[in-house]
Nanobody, 113 residues
């Protein structure tokens, strides 16, 4: 069974930084991504990394967030800098494995103004 476990969320002031981690199996084989869902809004893609290492980001986080992968640790990271109150959301790790989306349970990020 595929399990994705996120960590690293918390409360931070605007302008601060957090690093999210996602532990999963075979992160180096399958595309991985970070999504977020704010209250009353739909889940949206924040950042993704392909098996080849190419990345893409939502326009709202470009230049502030960085997705990376440590193959030896089977872990994907999301470094979030210059955080804004509008970044407040539950952040979910995603693995797109053999045509199926797998999700973690999410980690809450709250940015205070």
């Amino acid at each position: 069974q595929v399990q994705l476990v996120e960590s690293g969320g918390g409360l931070v002031q605007a302008g601060g930084s957090l690093r999210l981690s996602c532990a999963a199996s075979e992160t180096y084989i399958w595309p991985m991504g970070w999504y977020r869902q704010a209250p009353g809004k739909q889940r949206e893609l924040v950042a993704a990394i392909s098996s080849g290492g190419s990345t893409n980001y939502a326009d709202s986080v470009k230049g502030r967030f960085t997705i990376s992968r440590d193959n030896a640790k089977n872990t994907v990271y999301l470094q979030m800098n210059s955080l804004k109150p509008e970044d407040t959301a539950v952040y979910y790790c995603n693995q797109f494995r053999a045509g199926i989306n797998f999700w973690g349970k999410g980690t809450l990020v709250t940015v205070s103004s």
